[in-house]
Structure formats: C-alpha cells, structure tokens
C-alpha cells in the first residue's frame, strides 16, 4: 500500500514502523524548521523518498491519491489536511482523546497524568476530533518530565500504529466517535511560558523545569537572557537576594532564589 507521511522526528518511530512493515512511503511533508525532522530528512535522502516543508494544498493530496497513495498517516503535523476521498486518513496523537486535545499537550501532561497515553484517530474537519482507532493509557511516574514522557508516548504510539497497520481496513471500520464530555485542550504555549521568574519559589521551578525538561526554561543571568535545560532546584535557608549569584567555579553557577537556590552546570568545550 502506498501511504503519504506528514510529521517530524517527534514520532519517528511510527515512520520507522511504517518502513519496516514494508509500506511504500511516496511523498514526506515535513514542519519547518527543517532541524525538527533531521532523522527522516536523513532516511528520505537514503529511500530516495521526496521530502516537501511547505504546506499541501487540496489540489497537492488530489494528485497524491490520484498517484496510488491510499493512507496518510499524520503524526505531530502542524497543519490541518484538507478533508478528501482518501482511502485511510489517521493522526497520531500524544494524549488519550479526547483528553489533552491540542498542538502540544506533552506539558501539560506532567501536571495531568491522567491523560498520559496516545491514540491513533482518524483526520476530520477539526483537529484531534476524529473517531478514535485505537488507544492506550501510560503510566507516569512522580517526577517525570516532558522528555521522559515524550520517549514513552512516542514508543507506545509506535506499538498502536503497528497494530493499526496489521489489521488496517478492520481497526478503521471499527472506529468510535469520541466522548465529548471527557474533552479537554491544551492551548499552544509561548516562550513567555518557558521563563523561569526570581519571584518563584522551588517547587514551582520544579514544576516549570518538569513540564519543559530537554526544551529548556529561560531566565536572566547578568540581565542577559539563557537558554537553561539542566537545573538542580535546592532548598536552603540564605539572606541572599534572589537571582544573586552566590557561587561560581568553572564548572558550575548557583543562583539564589526565596527558599534556596539553583545549581546550573556551565557549558565547556571538549579539548581534543
């Protein structure tokens, strides 16, 4: 079967899976920045599979089905498909639905582990709004950040896609409406989300770190802005300022904050 990939490196497992269940991936669109799919941008150049960044119109996904191409499969995709007489159309999304609706739940997630899980759907008019397929629920941990969430959902969206695609027509037939009385949505977060205040309090940099983990939090050291992606968050009882730089060596910054203070590695060079 002949299948059309939209999405990055965030699912890459599940285009793997297509791969290896020996489906023919003719065309991958891809979100822009470009460095958000540098692994199947990779595997595209080695398949001599095309790779588009712009935006498909109607008349693009007409002439892919017109091609042969009878699935789509859309996983963390920015743009909403135009609804057309495809054979199969399904997104993979990284909540259970329709809990966690959105374009980036993962952090909201940590402080809503209830909704941890992925559910395969098919496309409609609305995003994330499509019967479901196939879903299951993950288990979170106490403590657990984004990226580790991010790793488990995209290992278990993998497994459901892989089921999904070995009794594809049955699973699509068999699809349910969502209950709408379990929705929920996560707005899109702003960079100003991600910056860590002087003002907050040590669990609340726990919290801000846990919901952005690898993505990193902003804050200003020397009244500069920094990106900052690895933060140890220390109760301590001081008379410091907070943001006063209370320790320093080549390694390491310690900045105070109310009821402690944070501990930030220092980027160094590897001498060769």
């Not at 790779?51 to 008349?59: G, I, K, Q």
């Not at 007409?62 to 699935?71: A, F, K, S, T, W």
């Not at 040590?202 to 846990?210: A, D």
């Not at 080549?250 to 501990?263: E, K, R, S, T, Y």
Request: one cysteine or more; hydrophobic letters at 40%; proline letters at 5%.
């Amino acid at each position: 079967m002949k299948l059309a990939y939209f999405g990055g490196d965030v699912f890459f497992s599940c285009f793997e899976s297509i791969l290896n269940k020996g489906f023919e991936i003719t065309k991958v669109y891809i979100n822009e920045p470009i460095d958000s799919a540098v692994k199947i941008s990779h595997y595209c150049e080695k398949l001599g599979i095309e790779l588009v960044s712009t935006r498909p119109c109607y008349e693009d996904l007409l002439r892919l089905i017109d091609d042969g191409v009878e699935l789509f499969v859309v996983a963390s995709y920015k743009f909403k498909l135009p609804q057309t007489r495809v054979n199969y159309a399904i997104n993979i999304h990284p909540t259970l639905l329709p809990a966690g609706r959105g374009p980036t739940p993962l952090p909201y997630v940590v402080e809503a582990p209830a909704f941890a899980g992925a559910t395969i759907h098919k496309l409609a008019g609305e995003f994330d709004a499509g019967d479901i397929i196939l879903q299951e629920k993950l288990s979170i941990s106490e403590g657990e950040s984004v990226s580790s969430i991010m790793v488990k959902t995209s290992l278990l969206a993998s497994k459901l896609l892989k089921k999904f695609l070995n009794n594809l027509e049955e699973a699509y037939s068999n699809a349910i409406p969502q209950d709408c009385k379990d929705l929920s949505y996560c707005p899109a977060l702003s960079l100003e989300d991600r910056v860590l205040n002087w003002d907050m309090n040590i669990e609340e940099i726990k919290r801000l770190v846990r919901r952005f983990g690898h993505w990193g939090v902003f804050m200003k050291i020397d009244n500069k802005p920094v990106l900052i992606n690895n933060i140890e968050a220390v109760c301590f009882e001081h008379n410091y300022g907070t943001g006063t730089l209370i320790y320093e060596d080549c390694d390491l910054l310690a900045i105070a904050v109310i009821d402690g203070f944070l501990c930030i590695p220092k980027c160094r060079s590897i001498q060769g």
